[in-house]
């Protein structure tokens, strides 16, 4: 048996390229007791990042990218999966250090799976994806930390990608005001009718700041690290919440203490690849509960395994609106 995978090499001089391969299923990795026959997976800015080789995010090679997908079980000798059960996984590691889902066959380890929300299909579930997940675990974490609708607006960075967006559609539905920062104005229409009540140029965060700014957020979703994440601490009102997940200026932080210790500003860092059993099916029920599938719609590109390559290089090049499911069948 043979399936269909895209597949990462690196040569004696460490150059990274990926192909579409065919596989035999004999080839799949020892460590994991359950298969998945995939139906969908997706590329996220990690995948971009591996399949390009532009920074070091693949362990060991060959390697299958593909940090998140949806499929139905084939076979498994673990007691908690079935042949037949409907299943997603996000994270772990997988598409890094063990294969992942840009392929049409999955072995992994029956923990690292949850159960598809029932009011999911596929394909809905992958629309929402890793990026979908993350933008409700730094919702969530706005929350804990009692960041209410009425407490006032919420800056969401990186607005145009995959967590940007979900971002908005969440808050929005739970019925904050949303302001993006976007370094695409011209995407307005698109921010907006996903809930976002204004946007700022991403420009008017990118730059060295001051440590202490004017207060204009009452949260913060930030997708986008380095000189923004600093300039949206300095600007969080007093008590605030940054939920901090994403690196896309950079993975630095150029900041002061200022924001936490004069207005008790609290910086939650949200890990979407270890994140426990319950957070996580925590935040998939919860986001299929509160966006409509007209949203995953708005946000969702669909495109072939094929096409992976291509579009990978697009979506580190910032050219890519919102969030991209790979149809590998
Ligand atoms: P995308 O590539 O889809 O989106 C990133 C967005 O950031 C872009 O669309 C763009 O938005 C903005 N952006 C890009 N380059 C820059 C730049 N140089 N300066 C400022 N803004 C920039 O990625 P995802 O949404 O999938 O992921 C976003 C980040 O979150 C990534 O760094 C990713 O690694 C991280 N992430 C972390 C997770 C975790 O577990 N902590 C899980 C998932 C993602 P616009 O055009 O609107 O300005």
Same mark, same amino acid.
């Given at each position: 048996m043979?399936?269909?995978?895209?597949?990462?090499?690196?040569?004696?001089?460490?150059?990274?390229s990926?192909?579409?391969?065919?596989?035999d299923e004999?080839?799949?990795?020892?460590?994991?007791?359950?298969?998945?026959?995939?139906?969908?997976s997706t590329?996220?800015?990690?995948?971009?990042?591996?399949i390009?080789?532009a920074?070091?995010?693949?362990r060991?090679?060959?390697m299958?990218?593909?940090i998140?997908?949806a499929?139905?079980v084939?076979?498994?000798?673990?007691?908690?999966?079935?042949?037949?059960?409907?299943?997603?996984?996000?994270?772990?590691?997988v598409g890094e250090?063990?294969?992942?889902?840009?392929?049409?066959?999955?072995?992994?380890?029956?923990?690292?799976?949850i159960?598809?929300?029932?009011?999911l299909?596929?394909?809905?579930?992958?629309?929402?994806?890793?990026?979908?997940?993350?933008?409700?675990l730094?919702?969530?974490?706005?929350?804990?930390?009692?960041?209410?609708? *009425?407490? +006032?607006?919420? &800056?969401?960075?990186?607005?145009?990608? $995959? #967590?940007?967006?979900?971002?908005?559609a969440?808050l929005? %539905?739970?019925?904050?005001?949303?302001?993006?920062?976007?370094?695409?104005?011209?995407e307005?229409?698109?921010?907006?009718?996903?809930?976002?009540?204004?946007?700022?140029?991403?420009s008017?965060?990118? *730059?060295? +700041?001051?440590? &202490?700014?004017?207060e204009?957020?009452? $949260? #913060?979703?930030d997708?986008?690290?380095?000189?923004?994440? %600093?300039?949206?601490?300095?600007q969080?009102?007093?008590?605030?919440t940054?939920?901090?997940?994403?690196?896309?200026q950079g993975?630095?932080?150029?900041?002061?203490?200022?924001?936490?210790?004069?207005?008790?500003?609290?910086?939650?860092?949200?890990?979407?690849?270890n994140?426990?059993l319950?957070?996580?099916?925590?935040a998939?029920?919860?986001?299929?509960?509160?966006?409509?599938?007209?949203?995953?719609?708005?946000?969702?590109?669909?495109?072939?395994?094929?096409?992976?390559?291509d579009?990978a290089?697009q979506?580190?090049?910032?050219?890519?609106?919102?969030r991209?499911?790979?149809?590998?069948?």
């Amino acid at each position: 048996m043979s399936f269909n995978a895209l597949l990462i090499n690196r040569s004696e001089d460490k150059k990274v390229s990926a192909s579409l391969e065919t596989i035999d299923e004999s080839q799949l990795p020892e460590d994991g007791d359950v298969i998945v026959d995939i139906d969908y997976s997706t590329l996220n800015y990690k995948d971009g990042l591996a399949i390009t080789g532009a920074a070091p995010v693949v362990r060991k090679y060959p390697m299958v990218p593909g940090i998140d997908f949806a499929g139905t079980v084939s076979e498994s000798s673990n007691p908690n999966w079935q042949t037949g059960d409907k299943v997603i996984l996000n994270g772990w590691g997988v598409g890094e250090g063990h294969w992942g889902g840009l392929a049409q066959k999955a072995k992994v380890k029956g923990e690292w799976l949850i159960a598809k929300p029932e009011r999911l299909n596929s394909y809905q579930a992958m629309a929402i994806g890793t990026a979908g997940y993350t933008a409700m675990l730094c919702v969530m974490a706005l929350q804990k930390h009692d960041v209410k609708p *009425e407490d +006032g607006e919420i &800056l969401v960075t990186g607005a145009n990608g $995959g #967590v940007g967006s979900f971002a908005i559609a969440i808050l929005s %539905a739970y019925g904050y005001d949303v302001v993006a920062s976007t370094g695409r104005p011209e995407e307005m229409d698109y921010l907006t009718e996903l809930g976002a009540k204004s946007s700022i140029n991403r420009s008017e965060l990118s *730059e060295p +700041g001051k440590p &202490l700014d004017k207060e204009r957020w009452a $949260g #913060v979703v930030d997708a986008v690290g380095s000189h923004t994440l %600093a300039n949206a601490c300095a600007q969080t009102k007093y008590g605030g919440t940054v939920a901090a997940c994403g690196l896309a200026q950079g993975f630095d932080l150029p900041a002061t203490v200022m924001p936490f210790i004069l207005r008790g500003v609290t910086l939650a860092g949200v890990d979407s690849v270890n994140a426990p059993l319950a957070k996580r099916q925590e935040a998939w029920d919860k986001i299929a509960e509160i966006l409509s599938p007209e949203v995953y719609e708005k946000v969702v590109k669909k495109i072939a395994l094929s096409e992976a390559i291509d579009v990978a290089g697009q979506l580190l090049e910032g050219k890519v609106r919102g969030r991209v499911v790979v149809d590998v069948n």
